[in-house]
């Protein structure tokens, strides 16, 4: 491996335009199918997971010479794994199911002339076409068009060269599916260790708290503690900005590959301009070599052009009620700190949960989403102030909505009612079935639909919002008991405000089937039902709560593949054909085939 120092970086500048293999992601899987079926996987060949923060997808449309869409991405891709990204109206067998997130982003909108880059930060690190060519992207002897591509085996590292890129691919008649897993020629072992920042850049909230730089070594056997120093060097904003920043020393101990830095960012009393800070890597020891990308930009955004910061307040200082159960705190300002539970269940605009250590509260804007995407588990801030509407007590009329970190989410509260205390926090409902189940209908409500439900004692409404998966697939409705977990909400037109409690799921791992009819069980899973319509549930045994699940046909073809991490897994696939498929689980090192027929 060629060895890169910060005093010969002038002589070697050509070199260190070029990433080292298996240092890097790129792009192991192109589909360009009939209508919507659109999907880009990404590969991880390094020995070390890598956070997305700071990775997007380039769409350069028809031509154009600078990115016409841009899709940012978040999550994690473990060593050796793949990140799907997939259009939200791909098929709901073949593709959408093998996705870690579908969008209906114009970035994954191609049609066989739109070039395609993976970003990370400002570095472009792999490209698919040729920037500023409006024809079809020209493969090897095939056209981007009507066709799915796997990356070569041999291929170890993103090329910018479309000439050296284009030969790299693997055709495939279009519709033609391999998503979910990629294979590589693996590279050998560095005998160097060098350090790198990754992403090189990143775009964070201007508020108070902490962000952590991200830091890598490239060889997993290195062996002795090895230091670098991360130092602040410039850009517009002040080393007061971070808590009077100048420089902290990172250890990556024997076999580290992976560290993080966490910088403090001062809270802010008024509004501020956007900033920058640009840090490098310097000083190491134990032998580590600084790597090509030693340099990181970190911008924080403006924050809150059109007023102040507002003191930080517990929610539960604005969610009380009056006589009539009707919020008493209507109109006051507030800023509050909370972890977002569920999903958006607005199309535009937002519509989520926030709690934190003393309540819960529905966050509410009609159309905007300040550049926030909802992810359950960030820990954000929120300023506006309170709202009510029909026996909901939300947060409204928003100005500020920023990710600060993220947090542990609480086990969903077991309850044997729905009412105020319920509002706006995680609840189950144990033991429940359809009172009446033509009222379970995906195909009827453009909008949703809600369902009455009982244990036999209380019955309760459980709304199925359009934007959870469990309409978007068309789950199939229970046909026996079962257990739902949701968050709390509320549903009342007029005063007072004490009835219409609601429970809102949110995604189909939150409806939990009981029935045992004609299960598979072994030691590893309980599968049922069994017959099924192409929707049946694996429970995992032995305390695990992680699998990969792979259908296949009895031609041994295989239909489906999905990596869970959760003890119960719900599958989902109404547009199986009907016939006898095997199902295998492999959880660690343990692996359990069954059959299963599915009748439709």
Same mark, same amino acid.
């Not at 960012?265 to 580590?288: E, H, V």
């Not at 102030?385 to 928003?398: H, I, K």
């Not at 989410?409 to 044997?416: A, C, E, F, Y």
């Given at each position: 491996?060629?060895?890169? =120092? ?8 050509? *070199? ?61 891709? *473990? ?29 994954? +909108? ?215 159960? *009707? *919020? ?43 550049? =926030? ?107 026996? +008991? ?18 219409? =409690? ?40 032995? +305390? ?57």
């Amino acid at each position: 491996m060629k060895k890169f =120092y910060l005093l010969m970086m002038a002589v070697v500048a050509t *070199a260190s335009l070029f990433a080292q293999p298996c240092s890097k992601l790129f792009f192991s899987e192109y589909i360009e199918g009939s209508s919507n079926n659109k999907a880009i996987e990404i590969y991880n060949p390094t020995a070390s997971a890598v956070n997305l923060n700071g990775y997007k997808i380039c769409n350069y449309t028809n031509g154009a010479v600078a990115p016409s869409f841009t899709f940012n991405l978040s999550g994690v891709i *473990a060593a050796g794994d793949v990140y799907v990204i997939a259009n939200n109206l791909a098929d709901t067998v073949t593709i959408r199911p093998l996705a870690d997130t579908s969008t209906s982003a114009s970035a994954m +909108n191609f049609n066989g002339n739109d070039v395609l880059a993976l970003v990370n930060g400002t570095d472009t690190i792999d490209r698919i076409g040729e920037v500023g060519l409006s024809s079809d992207i020209q493969f090897d002897t095939t056209t981007g068009k009507d066709h799915s591509y796997v990356r070569n085996a041999n291929v170890q590292q993103g090329t910018l060269d479309w000439n050296t890129g284009k030969l790299q691919w693997i055709t495939y008649a279009v519709n033609t599916v391999h998503l979910g897993n990629h294979t590589m020629t693996p590279c050998g072992a560095p005998t160097d260790t060098s350090v790198v920042f990754s992403p090189t850049a990143d775009v964070v909230a201007m508020t108070a708290g902490t962000y952590g730089i991200n830091i890598n070594v490239n060889n997993p056997a290195h062996v002795g503690s090895k230091n670098v120093n991360v130092v602040l060097t410039g850009g517009t904003g002040s080393a007061a900005d971070l808590n009077n920043y100048t420089t902290q020393t990172v250890t990556f101990p024997t076999a580290s590959v992976n560290q993080t830095l966490n910088l403090t960012l001062t809270q802010y009393g008024t509004a501020q301009p956007a900033k920058t800070f640009i840090f490098k890597l310097r000083n190491t020891t134990g032998g580590l070599l600084v790597g090509v990308d030693s340099i990181f930009t970190l911008t924080i955004a403006a924050f809150n052009p059109g007023g102040t910061v507002l003191p930080l307040s517990n929610i539960s200082n604005f969610t009380g009620l009056d006589a009539n159960y *009707a *919020a008493d705190s209507v109109g006051v300002a507030v800023r509050v700190h909370g972890t977002v539970y569920g999903i958006n269940y607005r199309s535009a605009g937002l519509q989520f949960f926030i709690h934190d250590a003393t309540d819960g509260i529905q966050v509410f804007a009609p159309t905007k989403t300040f550049g =926030y995407t909802v992810t359950e588990g960030d820990s954000i801030a929120v300023q506006g102030t309170v709202d009510f509407f029909r026996g909901m007590t939300q947060l409204g009329n928003l100005d500020t909505v920023y990710k600060i970190g993220t947090h542990a989410l609480v086990s969903p509260t077991l309850v044997p009612d729905l009412d105020e205390t319920t509002e706006s926090e995680l609840v189950r409902l144990n033991n429940v079935h359809l009172i009446t189940p033509s009222q379970w209908d995906t195909t009827a409500h453009s909008s949703g639909f809600s369902v009455d439900v009982t244990d036999g004692v209380g019955n309760w409404v459980v709304r199925i919002d359009e934007q959870t998966d469990i309409f978007k697939t068309n789950m199939a409705k229970p046909v026996a +008991n079962f257990d739902v977990i949701g968050l709390g909400a509320q549903f009342d037109t007029s005063a007072p405000y004490s009835s219409g =409690y609601q429970l809102y799921p949110r995604y189909h791992q939150d409806i939990i089937v009981h029935t045992s009819i004609n299960e598979v069980n072994d030691n590893i899973a309980r599968i049922y039902p069994n017959p099924n319509n192409g929707n049946f549930i694996i429970e995992l045994k032995n +305390n695990t709560n992680n699998a990969e699940v792979k259908l296949f046909d009895l031609a041994g073809r295989m239909v489906y593949n999905t990596k869970e991490n959760s003890g119960t897994i719900h599958i989902n696939l109404n547009q199986m054909n009907a016939g006898m498929y095997v199902v295998e689980v492999k959880s660690g090192d343990l692996v359990s085939r069954n059959k299963i027929t599915v009748q439709q």
